[in-house]
């Protein structure tokens, strides 16, 4: 059971009409339960019977260990400890509704009347989404400070040997210099990442949207992309459609998108496979698809996969340079632009990332 914090109440006698106290807590946002002594309820607002799913007239009456035996069975004791102490505290609770988790911050006042507690009421504050932020703002600083510190050390390391001698040896110092020079631009291209995320996710994003032009942009990416190609013998198709409609974007960012989705597309796909690139369009939408013949991906990873810093396999990421964040910011962009990106995998048989964008009128 959590830490209980007791809060001392002043007492104040300030005369309230019924009707008026009973149209401020129907008003409330968060849900307030009203119980006797005996654990029975008594009064509860809409605000909990929303996050409870109920209907007041289904729990007026019933125990208190009735309405909680699912979600928290160890609330109705929690309560009863309010009316025995006759104390008011706050505490945090985790309520199980089905697969969904949430924390409530839990409020407890004892009501005495003539020196004798007559009733308890809890209030429950909903804090899931406080807690879910908090834990992503730890799990980013963490992964930063991990992906940060890995290549630093390489640099630090290398560095540190040919400060003491190794720059004597000419073909070995001109191998360290090139690591070094490796792991630098890891670390430039992981905090340019850091930058355009941080812009996509402010509430004012720089870019404007206007009609442009989707074909000439796929086409760029792929001649930039043909290096990587030809050195993994990889067959690309794109066959581009003789008309097609202008699209609601701003060209470097969807450019970015393609280019990213293109590069984990070669990256993943090994030697002499093929990446097509199809374009449709559906519902005043356009479609584009990246599909490859490389490994492929597990469907356990792919609820997770549009999130920062996450990674199938983190050893193998890294080795090609990848900074975990690519998908993130192709998720961004898409969702800025009102469009949405998904992906569709099958392992060892390759992977389709597919995105839409507005049509432009």
């Given at each position: ?7 001392v ?5 300030v005369?309230?009409d019924?009707?008026k106290l009973?149209r ?8 307030v339960?009203v119980?006797?002594p005996?654990g029975?309820?008594l009064l ?11 209907h ?10 009735l309405?909680?035996?699912l979600?928290?069975p ?8 309010l009316l025995?102490?006759?104390e ?5 609770v985790?309520?199980?509704?089905g697969?969904?988790k ?9 009501i ?5 507690v007559?009733?308890?009421v809890a209030?429950?504050?909903?804090i ?5 932020t ?6 980013f ?5 991990h992906?940060?510190?890995t ?11 040919l400060l003491?001698?190794?720059?004597e040896d000419?073909?070995?110092?001109k191998?360290f ?13 992981l905090?340019?990442?850091?930058l355009?995320?941080?812009k996509?996710?402010s ?5 404007e949207?206007h ?8 086409e760029?990416?792929v001649?930039l992309?043909?290096?990587q190609?030809s050195?993994?013998q990889i067959?690309?198709?794109?066959q581009?459609?003789?008309s097609?409609?202008y699209v609601?974007?701003?060209?470097s960012?969807i450019?970015?998108?393609l280019?990213n989705l293109?590069?984990n597309a070669?990256?993943y796909?090994?030697?002499?496979g093929?990446?097509t ?5 559906s519902?005043a939408?356009?479609?584009v698809?990246?599909?490859d013949?490389?490994i492929g991906?597990e ?6 996969l549009?999130e920062?810093?996450y990674r199938v396999?983190?050893?193998?990421s890294r ?6 964040l690519?998908l993130?910011?192709v998720?961004?962009i898409?969702?800025?632009h009102?469009?949405?990106?998904w992906?569709t995998?099958?392992?060892?048989k390759?992977?389709t990332f597919?995105?839409t964008l507005?049509?432009?009128s």
């Open positions: 059971m959590p830490t209980i914090t007791k809060r109440v002043p007492k104040q006698n005369p309230l019924r009707y009973l401020i807590i129907q008003a409330m946002a968060d849900g339960l119980f006797n005996q029975i309820v509860c607002n809409p605000a909990f019977e929303k996050i409870f799913g109920i007041q007239e289904d729990i007026i009456g019933q125990p208190l260990r309405l909680f035996e979600e928290a160890e609330l109705p004791d929690v309560l009863t400890l025995e102490s006759g008011a505290f706050s505490q945090e985790v309520l199980h509704q697969r969904q949430r924390t409530f911050r839990l409020d407890t006042l004892p005495e009347e003539d020196g004798v007559s009733e308890g209030v429950f504050h909903d899931t989404k406080v807690k879910q908090e834990k992503m703002r730890r799990d600083v963490a992964n930063v400070s992906e940060l510190r290549p630093l050390s390489a640099i630090h390391g290398y560095a540190e040997t003491e001698g190794a720059l000419a073909e070995v110092s191998d210099v090139q690591i070094i020079f490796n792991h630098s631009k890891r670390l430039s291209q905090v340019q990442d850091l355009d995320l941080s996509l996710e509430e004012e994003c720089p870019f949207l009609p442009t032009p989707l074909i000439p942009l796929i760029k990416v001649q992309a043909q290096k190609l050195e993994k067959q690309l198709t794109f581009p459609p003789l097609f409609p609601v974007a701003h060209d960012n450019e970015q998108v280019t293109l590069d070669i990256k796909t090994p030697e002499k093929t990446i690139i199809q374009t449709a369009i519902n939408m356009v479609q698809d990246v599909q013949t490389g991906i469907p356990k990873h792919i609820p997770r549009f920062r810093f396999d983190k050893a193998r080795d090609m340079g990848g900074t975990g690519g993130s910011i998720k961004h898409i969702q800025y009102g469009g949405d990106v992906v995998s099958t392992p060892a390759g992977s597919s995105f507005q049509i432009a």
